[in-house]
């Protein structure tokens, strides 16, 4: 099994004429996602080179094509209305790559995506993958194998890099999840470590984390509470300077907290392993 | 981004938002100017400087007479703050305070909602009122679909103050600026203290506004107001370029797609026994542009002996990046050595395009750290 997304996942590609969304459709697709519509409004009617039908709304998506999960590749000024028009068309589980969206615009979307019984994945993130079934995002899907490690990341490549190494040991995936880099975005560590602990195929969790918030801490907090199965982390920044956003909006020391130091000695008190680099995580995770 | 305290006012003015008079100089006699023209005898000469405790700094003084405000303004213009050298100053108008409460505006990642934070405990730090007696901060998370009505105002209104007269004032203050920190895609908005006279008027003594970089596209009168510090000119540039550029010190420049894998291999050379010279993400897209420009960017530091890059595909194909390089080193004639690690898509085909060139290749991030650190060492003698 795997959380969020798998065989069953429809999906319908939001901007699917431009550049990223055309190239990652076209990669989605022959990793074996369902990708069953794209759409850009004025383009309905038409077919991607791959023979996707586009369409000029979401719901005509959902009516004609089956779409459960959308996926955004808009750009930044147009996201608020991507991730809306996805919730109001009935789709469950929103990804929004796009990178640069306003917080204000995240905050309405998240809420009314919400209040439409949808959940939002992103903005700023690389997607999710469950390895063997289905692709939503840009991932590399040839890093990634089937098995029962649990993957949540703030981060994009380092995610990759992660992956890579649990694959290189033998140690398969559930599913992979990239939150995204900004300060707000929709789901994160707790309600996916819940979705982790409930997944009777899912038995261990690597958590990678980064400076910034507390998010961490209160992840930690809820670890040793709630997670039974064994869950390793990765903290990037620890060399990153106060007061500078180290790329992602969301990752930024300020006023003196959300280092990385903070972060890890939460969860070494919270009696979770620590990797010092991206490579120790399949050994801290065990057999 | 950050602006000045006499912007943020002036920000308040326009929404509504009372404030204490005053006026910006740039040099001590348009000070004493302004000041006969206030019906103050007392003023505030305030630094005006993108950075907290300039009190504590110095760089806010009290004056009484003419000659007060030319020497006060002279002592504060030219000072430096944490690195910033004074050149404007505000001259406030002197109030008469009763009573000092907190007010502010801010993001919270936690409830992914816009919060209002209120505390009667006025002109102290708020984070040590928050860590030493959390009981006395008032916090509402707002419905960005329904906003501030007027019962919610005045619910908040009346967490800081017991008088009617007091909460008819304090509430459409609070309504006014949570409207300027949407419409404005605001970050923060504080007012710390808030004031109340000795005849009882509600007033912002000093202002602070941040803003959501992500927004400043949608906003030309902020990009306007954008100063930069020299480091934060070149991370703007480089901005621009589609990168994200931290300059750090150290010797091995790094060049990596994705902020999270740039901060582990920073952490990583350190943990090797190197020194990063920064932090560059090249973001998500796969224009060979962007790594002559990136190359230029870690070349123009002259305190760098190792080029790390560190490329693992996603979105930026490994094809891509090999050809961008290729073709950014037959215009750069460098004896820096290069260190390249490419994996993800097309990762093949990227490294296909990279043999018989000089580059020193790796596949793994250690194994490509600890030849970066070598290299760092071994070219030093």
């Not at chain 1, 995580?281 to 065990?286: E, H, M, Q, Y």
């Not at chain 2, 370029?241 to 350190?270: Q, R």
């Amino acid at each position: 099994m795997s959380i969020l997304i798998d065989k069953n996942t429809k999906l319908v590609v939001q901007g699917i004429t431009g550049r990223d969304g055309g190239f990652h459709a076209g990669k989605m697709s022959s990793y074996g996602t369902k990708v069953v519509a794209g759409t850009t409004p004025g383009k309905g009617g038409q077919k991607t080179e791959g023979f996707v039908p586009i369409f000029n709304t979401v719901t005509e998506a959902v009516q004609n094509e089956g779409a459960n999960t959308s996926i955004i590749f808009v750009p930044a000024p147009f996201v608020k209305d991507a991730i809306m028009e996805a919730a109001d068309a009935g789709i469950s589980l929103i990804v929004c790559i796009t990178e640069g969206v306003p917080t204000v615009d995240v905050i309405a979307a998240r809420n009314y995506a919400l209040g439409k019984g949808a959940q939002l994945i992103g903005p700023n993130c690389p997607g999710l993958i469950s390895p063997g079934k289905s692709l939503v995002g840009i991932m590399p899907g040839n890093i990634f194998k089937e098995g029962s490690t649990g993957v949540i990341s703030r981060s994009g490549t380092l995610t990759y890099e992660v992956v890579y190494n649990l694959t290189l040991k033998g140690k398969g995936q559930s599913t992979a999840i990239g939150v995204g880099g900004d300060p707000v975005v929709g789901l994160y560590y707790i309600e996916l470590l819940k979705m982790f602990q409930d997944d009777p195929n899912t038995d261990s969790i690597a958590l990678i984390g980064e400076i910034g918030g507390d998010a961490e801490e209160q992840a930690a907090k809820y670890i040793k509470e709630h997670i039974t199965k064994p869950v390793a982390v990765f903290i990037a920044g620890a060399t990153a300077p106060a007061d500078k956003r180290m790329g992602h909006a969301g990752a930024i020391i300020s006023s003196g907290s959300g280092t990385a130091k903070e972060k890890i000695e939460a969860f070494e008190a919270a009696g979770v392993p620590v990797a010092k680099e991206p490579s120790q995580i399949p050994n801290l995770l065990g057999k | 981004m950050k602006i000045h305290e006499y912007q943020a006012k002036d920000f308040f003015t326009a929404y509504g938002i009372p404030t204490a008079k005053g006026v910006v100089c740039t040099d001590s006699d348009s000070c004493v100017a302004a000041y006969m023209h206030m019906k103050s005898p007392v003023v505030v000469i305030k630094a005006q400087v993108h950075t907290g405790g300039r009190g504590k700094a110095g760089g806010v003084k009290i004056a009484k007479s003419s000659i007060e405000v030319k020497e006060r303004a002279d002592e504060i213009l030219g000072m430096d703050i944490k690195g910033f050298t004074v050149d404007r100053v505000m001259v406030a108008e002197g109030v008469d305070i009763a009573s000092e409460y907190y007010i502010s505006f801010v993001v919270d990642r936690n409830t992914k909602s816009v919060v209002l934070i209120m505390s009667r405990e006025g002109g102290m730090d708020i984070e040590q009122v928050a860590a030493e007696t959390p009981d006395k901060i008032h916090r509402i998370s707002i419905d960005p679909f329904v906003g501030i009505p007027d019962f919610l105002a005045r619910k908040a209104a009346f967490m800081l103050f017991d008088d009617i007269a007091l909460v008819r004032q304090a509430a459409p203050l609070i309504q006014n600026m949570y409207k300027l920190f949407v419409e404005k895609d605001a970050s923060l908005v504080e007012i710390n203290p808030l004031v109340v006279t000795n005849d009882l008027k509600v007033l912002a003594i000093d202002g602070k506004m941040n803003f959501d970089d992500n927004a400043i596209y949608r906003h030309p009168d902020l990009e306007a107001m954008f100063e930069p510090t020299e480091e934060e000119k070149k991370e703007h540039d480089a901005k621009s370029k589609g990168f994200s550029f931290v300059h750090l010190g150290g010797e091995i420049g790094c060049m990596v797609n994705g902020a999270g894998l740039a901060m582990a291999t920073m952490d990583m050379i350190k943990l090797y026994g190197g020194e990063p010279a920064n932090f560059l993400d090249i973001g998500g897209s796969s224009n060979p542009n962007k790594v002559i420009e990136a190359m230029k960017l870690l070349l123009s530091d002259k305190e760098v002996r190792v080029v790390l890059i560190n490329i693992f595909g996603g979105i930026t194909r490994c094809d891509d990046v090999a050809r961008g390089l290729i073709e950014a080193f037959k215009q750069f004639k460098t004896e820096i050595p290069i260190v390249i690690r490419l994996t993800g898509t097309n990762e093949k085909e990227g490294r296909e395009m990279l043999k018989g060139t000089s580059f020193h290749s790796a596949q793994t991030m250690s194994e490509a750290i600890i030849k970066a650190v070598e290299l760092s060492k071994t070219d030093k003698k």
